[in-house]
């Protein structure tokens, strides 16, 4: 998530040179529809919000929160220009298609849309909410819960969450060819308690077709591994990474696949995302979803209930909605968690058992998600 994959990005030399690898991948010629896409992806809010006919960001208070330009400096004495440098804004084309246009509260574009409120400093909030960093225990590998490990594959992601929690993570310090993971492979091979490996990152999709082969290729190898989780937001964002190539990667592998998607409100599944769900199910591949619990984007029952309600009717099945992770910027994202309960009670009223996702936080050090009942 960390930098944008761009083209002419002239203020982050450093960055592109960091993420060079990725870039060969997304620059290469005969590229896949899927990376055409994602390397014509919104880079700015100004254009984000020209697309959508509505004001740009510092000219319209309600939209962004904002009162005044986007060099206006924060609390903690940063501007906004310089949290977008660090993560900057990032929207594929066909995750726009599917906000209203001229509507500043559309609960897509507020997950994407940059605002004045990440440069407020709340008491409570920090850079590694989760103790990501405590839990490295190989370069790019973590593991906080018996069983399973959480490879970070890759920094990029295919669309940028204002509300991510990993958007401070240091991804450089991650490997990136398969030679340099080799370490860390050894060392996931010495530890036969891991079943399960989760691939995440940023999001491993953004991979090309052939490098997560020579991964997964590895990783079948490993044989106490028994399961492959991808934690994804691609099959959302960018449906078109979703090619039959992808699920026979995975329906080839020795191990059980398993797709983590992402989504957090009901219109995100539709038109192509929806028929990605569809037919990642019917190859075979469980998907689950998580989403965050995110104020004046899907805080109400029935959003959540049209958000399960749609899952479960494409073959997708509710996992958890997460209580959002105290990360700085994101505070005015956060809702109560009482009001979380109470919409997860009115859930088990209105959809059966199995459309119900948990309702859980991650507090650094527990032995797994703690649920919040
Ligand atoms: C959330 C998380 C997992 C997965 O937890 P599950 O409850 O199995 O979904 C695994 N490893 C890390 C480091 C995590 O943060
Ligand atoms: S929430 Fe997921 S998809 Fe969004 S920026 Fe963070 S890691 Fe990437």
Redo the contacts with the bound molecule.
């Keep these: ?1 960390i930098k944008n994959l761009a083209s002419g990005d002239k203020t982050a030399p450093k960055a592109i040179s960091r993420d060079r690898e990725t870039i060969s991948v997304i620059t290469s010629k005969n590229k896949p529809q899927w990376q055409r896409e994602l390397a014509n992806a919104i880079r700015s809010a100004d254009l984000l919000c020209e697309r959508l006919g509505l004001k740009a960001i510092g000219h319209d208070s309600k939209a962004t929160g904002a009162e005044s330009n986007s060099t206006q400096k924060g609390t903690n004495g940063h501007s906004l220009q310089s949290i977008l440098r660090q993560f900057p804004v990032l929207v594929p084309e066909s995750f726009l298609r599917r906000m209203t246009p001229r509507d500043p509260r559309d609960p897509l574009l507020l997950q994407v849309l940059p605002s004045f409120h990440e440069l407020d400093k709340t008491v409570g909030y920090s850079f590694d909410p989760v103790g990501d960093r405590q839990s490295v225990f190989a370069p790019g590998m973590l593991q906080k819960y018996r069983g399973r490990a959480l490879m970070i594959t890759v920094g990029q ?1 295919a ?3 204002r509300y ?1 929690f ?2 401070n993570y240091p991804y450089h310090q991650s490997p990136r060819s398969l030679e340099q993971w080799e370490p860390s492979l050894e060392k996931l091979r010495q530890n036969r308690q891991i079943e399960e490996i989760i691939l995440s ?3 491993p999709l953004v991979l090309g077709d052939q490098r997560l082969a020579k991964l997964i290729g590895r990783l079948d190898a490993i044989d106490h591994l028994k399961r492959i989780r991808i934690h994804t ?1 691609l099959p959302i964002v960018l449906p078109s990474r979703v090619t039959e190539g992808l699920l026979d990667l995975f329906r080839n592998s020795r191990l059980q696949p398993i797709f983590v998607v ?1 989504a957090n409100h009901p219109n995100e599944l539709v038109d192509d995302c929806a028929e990605a769900i569809v037919r990642t199910v019917r190859a075979g591949i469980p998907v689950l979803n998580q989403a965050v619990l995110l104020k004046g984007i899907n805080d109400t029952t029935e959003t959540q209930a049209e958000l399960c309600r749609r899952l479960i009717n494409l073959g997708a099945i509710p996992y958890y909605l997460h209580q959002l992770d105290r990360v700085e910027g994101a505070a005015h994202f956060e809702t109560g968690v009482t009001l979380g309960k109470k919409i997860i009670d009115e859930l088990k009223q209105q959809l059966p058992g199995y459309a119900v996702p948990k309702y859980v936080r991650e507090i650094p050090g527990e032995p797994g998600k703690t649920e919040l009942t």
């Design positions: 998530m992601c669309v940028h969450c991510c990993r958007r990152g940023g999001d937001r992402h």
